[in-house]
């Protein structure tokens, strides 16, 4: 959590220097929700974020770190890819909003609002047709609750009981919209129960909290028991993006926040327990800015993606391979042999022609309607 933390003050110095191009939604503030809910996966699992996932980002890498090396190597390409340097992530392409690490289980954000839902409810259906028994976290805000694809996804999840845990990080506004004003529910999991599937609303500024109800989801989906809806109650520090001057909150609310600050919350309970001491919080918060240093040398050091690489990776590789090039030279020959060279079928019959040869050719083709 403190290093989350460090990475969005520094990126929030970064962007005031114009070292960072484009919009960036610090997630200072919002840290338990990442780390509590990442913290009870495993490392098969699968997570999906928002135009604000820096957190989710940090946190799934760190969780699978072996050692301090791989955090740093971590941190240093999460920060090269915000500042849109060829050693990031996404090679400087996919920037904050969209920074992915699909090795690490991290199939990445989005920068439309609720555009990871049915990514994640994808997800979820590929690993149940698999047979695996892995989950997908699918981070959003309220701001998407009141978008079709909530619905859409939600629905389909439960109805084929899909391994999914949906992550509602409800930090009451959606730029600068109250949620007060887009819904009249007051506990945003009890859409859940529309569903038929467990809702539930957990203090977002509690780790342990988010820990144990995510935890306790996961556990669900692994048996087969389908999906969870998990409302986490917190708050941003900052604006929605730089941009905003937070003109719609009132400097009383936001004190009023600041006094719950996650990493607070935890301080002083880990402090009452005797499991750590204000000089062993100073010392890792210490670790945690230097980390952050070296990762913004390293990535302000590092080149920019040049010209000639735009296109690269924006197609998948071909996975047809010769064999299946001469293959179907084959069949063609012995067709025409067999109808003289004309066949005359309908087009729904060609359609479905063509999908059954898919199939057999590919496993992992499948029809839904």
């Known amino acids: 959590m403190l290093d989350i933390r460090c990475f969005e003050e520094k990126i929030y110095e970064l962007l005031s220097k114009?070292?960072?191009?484009?919009?960036?939604?610090?997630?200072?503030?919002?840290?338990?929700?990442?780390?509590g809910a990442i913290s009870a996966l495993r490392n098969d699992d699968l997570i999906t974020s928002t135009h604000r996932g820096h957190g989710h980002c940090y946190a799934r890498g760190?969780?699978?770190?072996?050692?301090?090396?791989?955090?740093?190597?971590?941190?240093?390409?999460?920060?090269?890819?915000?500042?849109?340097r060829a050693t990031?992530?996404?090679?400087?392409?996919?920037?904050?909003?969209?920074?992915?690490?699909?090795?690490?289980?991290?199939?990445?954000?989005?920068?439309i609002v609720g555009g990871n839902l049915p990514v994640a409810t994808g997800a979820g259906l590929s690993?149940?047709?698999?047979?695996?028994?892995?989950?997908?976290l699918c981070f959003f805000g309220e701001g998407a609750v009141n978008n079709g694809v909530f619905h859409e996804s939600l629905n389909l999840a439960s109805i084929w009981k899909l391994p999914v845990i949906y992550i509602l990080e409800n930090n009451l506004y959606a730029m600068s919209v109250p949620v007060t004003a887009s819904t009249s529910v007051a506990d945003l999991s009890s859409r859940a129960a529309a569903y038929n599937m467990p809702g539930v609303s957990v203090d977002g500024q509690?780790?342990?909290?988010?820990?144990?109800?995510?935890?306790?989801?996961?556990?669900?989906?692994?048996?087969?028991?389908?999906?969870?809806?998990?409302?986490?109650?917190?708050?941003?520090?900052?604006?929605?993006?730089?941009?905003?001057?937070?003109?719609y909150r009132t400097r009383e609310e936001e004190a009023e926040w600041r006094n719950r600050d996650p990493l607070l919350v935890l301080r002083h309970r880990m402090a009452e327990a005797g499991l750590l001491s204000d000089a062993e919080f100073?010392?890792?918060?210490?670790?945690?800015?230097?980390?952050?240093?070296?990762?913004?040398?390293?990535?302000?050091?590092?080149?920019e993606p040049p010209a000639s690489e735009l296109y690269d990776g924006l197609y998948a590789p071909p996975r047809t391979t010769p064999a299946d090039v001469a293959r179907?030279?084959?069949?063609?020959?012995?067709?025409?042999?067999?109808?003289?060279?004309?066949?005359q079928i309908a087009y729904s019959q060609a359609i479905a022609e063509a999908l059954r040869e898919e199939m057999k050719r590919d496993p992992n083709v499948f029809i839904m309607g």
């Open 282 to 303: 100073d010392q890792i918060e210490a670790a945690a800015k230097t980390a952050i240093e070296r990762a913004t040398e390293f990535a302000l050091g590092s080149p």
């Open 328 to 343: 179907e030279a084959e069949l063609r020959g012995r067709l025409r042999a067999a109808t003289g060279g004309v066949r």
């Open 206 to 247: 509690d780790v342990l909290a988010v820990r144990s109800a995510t935890a306790e989801a996961a556990t669900r989906a692994r048996l087969g028991e389908g999906p969870t809806l998990i409302e986490c109650r917190t708050y941003r520090w900052y604006g929605h993006s730089r941009s905003d001057a937070r003109a």
């Open 88 to 111: 990031g992530y996404s090679r400087g392409r996919g920037g904050s909003m969209h920074i992915a690490d699909v090795q690490r289980g991290n199939l990445g954000a989005t920068g």
């Open 62 to 84: 760190a969780a699978l770190a072996r050692a301090e090396a791989d955090r740093q190597d971590h941190l240093n390409q999460m920060l090269a890819e915000l500042c849109g």
């Open 127 to 136: 690993i149940k047709l698999r047979g695996k028994d892995s989950v997908v």
């Open 18 to 35: 114009n070292l960072i191009r484009g919009a960036s939604h610090l997630y200072a503030g919002q840290e338990a929700v990442a780390v």
